[in-house]
């Protein structure tokens, strides 16, 4: 009988959902440009934003900037107006111009390749840090956000109280052939059925082997 922790199965399970849903912004962003600047810039723009305002920001953005040089060239303001409705669109365009002048000082215009590198810019944590990686050099990594957390939890992967904690938690769980795809597939699955409040779980095809932690109510 299958379980929980038959990755190969529940990977299986979690791609099909993957792929009869939506991507995520960020991730349509990247196999269409797939150019690190555009994956860092429109992960800060997501940040606290739905995928579709996300993504048509992104794009408005992307018609007038191609670089962090331009970026540096013209007014926050500017910035601010092309990324609008995304959530504390004036705070991000104020982040993007900061990082454009940290990024003609100290990196030669060029996007790091490094964690650590990368979490030195204003605004970027770890999750936008492994997208970056991840998506926008190919390298390996884990990137979690609440949906990641929440769903890792649930199905008893992991027992965590913070998206960090799961990051690394995962990477001891997870083969490292399923690093960079897990946050896609979770992130669909958290959005389109393992939801926050009352998950779809009759509509789960991991239904009978979930343990379903921290669930007090489900459909």
Same mark, same amino acid.
Request: net charge positive.
């Given at each position: 009988?299958?379980?929980?922790?038959?990755?190969?199965?529940?990977?299986?399970?979690?791609?099909?959902?993957?792929?009869?849903? #939506?991507?995520?912004?960020?991730?349509? +962003?990247?196999?269409?440009?797939?150019?690190?600047?555009? @994956?860092?810039?429109?992960?800060?723009?997501?940040?606290?934003?739905?995928?579709?305002?996300?993504?048509?920001?992104?794009?408005?953005?992307? $018609?007038?900037?191609?670089?962090?040089?331009?970026?540096?060239?013209?007014?926050?303001?500017?910035?601010?107006?092309? @990324?609008?409705? &995304? *959530?504390?669109?004036?705070?991000?365009?104020?982040?993007?111009?900061? +990082? &454009?002048?940290?990024? $003609?000082?100290?990196?030669?215009?060029?996007?790091?390749?490094?964690?650590?590198?990368?979490? !030195?810019? #204003? *605004?970027?944590?770890?999750?936008? &840090?492994?997208?970056?990686? !991840?998506?926008?050099?190919?390298?390996? *990594? +884990?990137?979690?956000?609440?949906?990641?957390?929440?769903?890792?939890?649930?199905?008893?992967?992991?027992?965590?109280?913070? #998206?960090?904690?799961?990051?690394?938690?995962?990477?001891?769980?997870?083969?490292?052939?399923?690093?960079?795809?897990?946050?896609?597939?979770?992130?669909?699955?958290?959005?389109?059925?393992?939801?926050?409040?009352?998950?779809?779980?009759?509509?789960? *095809?991991?239904?009978? !082997?979930?343990?379903?932690?921290?669930?007090?109510?489900?459909?």
């Amino acid at each position: 009988m299958k379980t929980i922790n038959d990755i190969e199965f529940v990977m299986q399970i979690l791609k099909k959902s993957y792929d009869e849903n #939506p991507s995520p912004s960020v991730t349509l +962003i990247a196999n269409t440009l797939k150019n690190p600047f555009n @994956i860092l810039v429109s992960t800060l723009i997501s940040l606290r934003t739905k995928d579709q305002v996300t993504l048509q920001a992104s794009r408005k953005l992307f $018609e007038k900037v191609k670089s962090f040089s331009d970026i540096k060239n013209i007014s926050e303001e500017e910035i601010a107006g092309l @990324i609008y409705p &995304a *959530g504390f669109y004036k705070t991000k365009a104020k982040r993007l111009k900061e +990082i &454009a002048v940290m990024m $003609e000082e100290k990196f030669d215009n060029k996007i790091p390749e490094t964690m650590d590198e990368l979490l !030195i810019l #204003p *605004g970027v944590g770890r999750k936008t &840090a492994n997208l970056v990686l !991840i998506l926008g050099f190919n390298k390996y *990594g +884990i990137c979690v956000d609440t949906h990641v957390h929440r769903t890792s939890n649930r199905f008893g992967w992991v027992k965590t109280k913070t #998206p960090e904690e799961t990051e690394f938690a995962l990477m001891d769980f997870l083969p490292k052939e399923y690093w960079r795809s897990i946050n896609d597939y979770l992130v669909s699955y958290g959005q389109m059925v393992c939801k926050p409040v009352s998950p779809l779980c009759s509509k789960c *095809g991991l239904n009978e !082997i979930c343990p379903k932690n921290g669930v007090k109510t489900s459909r």
